[in-house]
């Protein structure tokens, strides 16, 4: 259902290209979005680069933007001839911005998925997918590759963005994606500086935050079947002097509970309204967990949204996980 081949023919004869990554993007999403974009950009294609929500964009992911590439949700076009969805696993997860999946559908132009989720709903009119792939930005990488384009430090660093974040730091890496990896660094990928930027830097005001919500964490021992769950909540009030990026990295802290197979950290991003964070270490598949509370992603990465009041939401997330 994936063709190499026809997703780089789209993307030879594209003149006019909006590339979409999901709500609340990681380096994963935007580092793929925007390495793609420079390189149709230098091609001379038209180029701009959104995601739906929040209205701004991580200040940690900012320097990616070479080209000044990225525009605001409301700048996108209803419709357009090519549109590319990198690391979305379903149209939901464009958040206001689905509906130009559709409009362009309808309009007679193309949508490029391009994602490594094994939750893809396979909802474009061409597909690159590959749920092996460590990260959307290898497949970016192949991609790039197909097309002759020669890796240079900024497409380079786009790349590793994705690369070093969603494979946990390399901890989930293949010998393929060392390899990958060895390739970017010759390009001139700076490998310090930009995991620290990416995942080791934060405010001083994160610490007051995540020492509250740390302090609500509880530990249930006997969910999922007995191997654990650890989870806890970040409501608006205390996220309200981070930034996004220090909100997504609280599960990744959460997660070090060495009793729990399972962590989850439930954010509220608008009252009473929640996405929510799933990780696992290696027996429970989240993904499932995810897909049946309507969501996706990944065996041991996979998150969804919910509303409502907290503790009935987390009631039916240790349910779900029980079964």
């Not at 023919?9 to 003149?15: F, P, V």
């Amino acid at each position: 259902m994936s063709d190499l081949d026809s997703a780089v023919e789209l993307l030879r004869t594209a003149t006019d290209v909006t590339l979409l990554a999901h709500v609340n993007p990681d380096a994963d999403a935007l580092g793929s979005a925007l390495a793609l974009g420079l390189a149709l950009h230098r091609r001379g294609a038209t180029v701009r680069v959104s995601f739906g929500s929040p209205d701004t964009v991580p200040e940690t992911l900012l320097p990616l933007d070479y080209a000044g590439l990225l525009v605001p949700a409301r700048a996108v076009p209803e419709v357009a001839p090519l549109v590319i969805a990198l690391d979305t696993g379903s149209v939901a997860r464009l958040g206001e911005l689905g509906d130009r999946v559709a409009n362009t559908i309808a309009a007679g132009g193309n949508v490029l998925v391009v994602d490594h989720h094994a939750s893809n709903t396979y909802y474009g009119t061409h597909h690159f997918v590959d749920d092996t792939a460590v990260a959307t930005a290898a497949l970016v990488a192949a991609l790039l590759d197909a097309l002759e384009v020669e890796l240079d430090s900024e497409l380079a660093t786009c790349v590793y963005a994705g690369i070093v974040t969603d494979s946990g730091s390399f901890r989930r890496a293949t010998p393929e994606t060392h390899q990958l990896a060895a390739r970017l660094l010759a390009a001139g990928v700076d490998p310090d500086k930009t995991a620290r930027e990416l995942m080791e830097e934060h405010p001083f005001t994160f610490l007051p935050m995540l020492s509250t919500v740390l302090g609500r964490a509880k530990l249930d021992k006997a969910a999922a079947g007995g191997r654990g769950v650890v989870y806890t909540y970040v409501t608006l009030e205390d996220s309200a002097n981070v930034r996004p990026e220090e909100i997504e990295s609280v599960v990744e802290i959460v997660r070090s509970a060495r009793e729990a197979e399972v962590a989850v950290v439930f954010k509220e991003m608008q009252p009473l309204s929640w996405t929510v964070s799933l990780r696992s270490v290696s027996d429970v598949d989240v993904k499932d967990v995810a897909t049946a509370l309507g969501g996706g992603g990944h065996r041991r990465a996979a998150g969804y949204s919910a509303e409502g009041p907290i503790e009935p939401l987390i009631e039916a997330l240790l349910a779900t996980l029980s079964r």
